[in-house]
């Protein structure tokens, strides 16, 4: 029987999972899996994740006490709720997840370091090793130093919102572990630009700079790894077979495992030898004549920063309407208890009951004759989660 192109794939690149959906992960098996703010956000909004969220703000709630405000509690379940992602996804995959710092930190170094050792931190005190995560960081000449002191410290890096060899130079100058460049976003903007419909595979804009930084690394020897994101058709994941990992959407992986042929590898050490790369002497300066040259590099960058810092916006917000809605909950349930528990035993029992047997029994979730405060705010949750729908 022949094997699709999923199978084919990984048997000369590793196959990593961009996505924040945790069933995803479990159905494609990948080794690797990838998260953004955007993924983040979305999964957080599933239904199928609400446990992960609320569990999240619950735990910030009682980190910061009943004094602290609403905005205060969203705002640290925020900064830990892509950690409660990383460690469900760990328990499925056998290698590493890439968490991301704050985008809007993405032009401050000392800002990003601080993070970086955060996240870390939280992972760790979980009890999963450093070398099971990468800290995911912008391409600014800011984030690649600030990767540069982390990696130091072993603390693995993934720079991500990479468009140019330059950015790419100097992440690998200054030791990163991997880096993503963006495929995908790279033919947007060439489709814009020149304003074609499409590019045969072997012309996309964004495969030719993968392939182009791929070479570089290989033929001067660098240790990052170059992992290509940011797909929009299966014909750019096929044309950059070999390279050192892809991370690919659930829908596109499912593209390649429903389609059979042959599959050749395009990328390798060996052509890399033979390619007409030069090495280029990289410094600030440099770098900055390179990316303000680079009018692609330059957009996208800065478009990538803005698009993720509003989807964390957009999830701060999530967060604090969730948690209003959870506290209210809580609220009107020890209310509600409080007038039925008559003798102030912790329970109500059904002679304590003034309401119908069938609502009775529908509170008493474990059967036991009596209804917990916990019943009680997990019935009226469900009460005002039928509401809302």
């Known amino acids: 029987m022949a094997k699709n192109l999923l199978e084919q794939l990984r048997e000369v690149t590793i196959v990593v999972a961009d996505t924040g959906d945790i069933q995803a992960i479990e159905k494609f098996q990948p080794r690797d899996a990838t998260t953004n703010p955007s993924l983040i956000t979305a999964a957080a909004q599933m239904p199928q994740y609400q446990e992960i969220v609320d569990e ?3 735990k910030a709630r009682e980190e910061l006490g009943t004094d602290a405000t609403p905005s205060d509690v969203a705002n640290l379940a925020f900064k830990r709720l892509a950690v409660a992602f990383g460690l469900k996804i760990l328990q499925i995959i056998p290698g590493r997840v890439s968490t ?8 401050d170094t000392e800002s990003t370091i601080a993070q970086g050792r955060d996240l870390i931190a939280q992972y760790e005190a979980a009890g999963v090793s450093r070398d099971r995560i990468l800290i995911k960081i912008a391409s600014t000449w800011e984030g690649i130093k600030a ?10 890096c993934n720079l991500t ?3 140019g060899l330059h950015q790419a130079i100097a992440c690998a100058e200054a030791g990163a572990t991997l880096i993503s460049p963006f495929v995908g976003r790279i ?3 060439y489709k814009k630009e020149t304003g074609r419909d499409s590019y045969p595979p072997a012309e996309d804009p964004g495969v030719l700079s993968v392939t182009q930084v791929y070479n570089y690394y290989k033929k001067f020897g660098y240790k990052t790894e170059v992992m290509g994101a940011s797909f929009r058709n299966i014909g750019e994941i096929t044309e950059l077979a070999g390279c050192d990992l892809l991370t690919i959407s659930p829908g596109l992986l499912g593209e390649l495992e429903s389609t059979t042929g042959e ?3 395009k990328l390798s050490v060996e052509k890399a030898a033979e390619s007409d790369a030069e090495k280029i002497a990289l410094d600030k300066e440099t770098f900055d004549k390179m990316h303000a040259e680079n009018r692609m590099a330059s957009q996208k960058l800065d478009e990538g920063i803005k698009g993720f810092s509003k989807a964390l916006e957009s999830l701060e917000n999530l967060l604090a309407e969730r948690l209003t809605r959870l506290e209210g909950v809580t609220h009107a349930a020890e209310d509600i208890f409080h007038i039925y528990d008559l003798d102030g035993d912790g329970f109500i029992t059904r002679e304590e009951w003034a309401g119908t047997d069938a609502v009775f029994d529908a509170l008493d979730i474990n059967q036991d004759g009596k209804i917990s405060p916990e019943e009680m705010a997990s019935g009226l949750g469900a009460v005002f989660q039928l509401a809302k729908v």
């Open 263 to 265: 599959l050749p590898t």
């Open 100 to 107: 991301e710092v704050d985008a809007r930190l993405s032009y």
């Open 56 to 58: 999240t703000l619950k």
């Open 147 to 156: 990767a540069e002191v982390l990696e130091k410290e072993g603390i693995h």
């Open 187 to 189: 033919l947007d903007w």
């Open 161 to 163: 919102l990479l468009f």
